[in-house]
Nanobody
Framework: QVQLVESGGGLVQAGGSLRLSCAAS????????MGWFRQAPGKEREFVAA????????CYSESVSGRFTISSDSAKNTVYLQMNSLKPEDTAVYYC??????????????????WGQGTQVTVSS
């Protein structure tokens, strides 16, 4: 059974940093795209960043490019999202997800096979 478990969310002031972790288990993720998405109250879930498992191939949304960094550690079966220079508009529930199509559809929410339960990130002004 595949499990994705996020951690690392919390409350931070604008300009601060947080690192989210996603512990993945239940299968091998070779060839998978591992993505981070977020959903703010009253808004649709949106793509944040993705990484091709165990590689340096990454993709970011415009709103976080240059501030967030995604990475994966296959030895720990964990995906990270380092978030710097946080803004109040980054406030949302952040979800980790896995997509067996790899880079082809890695921005598309509906193409992801597995999802975590989410972790809340709140940025105060």
């Amino acid at each position: 059974q595949v499990q994705l478990v996020e951690s690392g969310g919390g409350l931070v002031q604008a300009g601060g940093s947080l690192r989210l972790s996603c512990a993945a288990s239940g299968r091998t993720f070779s060839g998978y795209a591992m993505g981070w998405f977020r959903q703010a109250p009253g808004k649709e879930r949106e793509f944040v960043a993705a990484v091709l498992w165990n590689s340096a191939i990454t993709c970011y949304s415009e709103s976080v490019s240059g501030r967030f960094t995604i990475s994966s550690d296959s030895a720990k079966n964990t995906v990270y999202l380092q978030m710097n220079s946080l803004k109040p508009e980054d406030t949302a529930v952040y979800y980790c997800a896995a997509n067996h199509y790899g880079v082809r559809y890695w921005r598309r929410t509906e193409m992801y096979d597995y999802w975590g339960q989410g972790t809340q990130v709140t940025v105060s002004s």
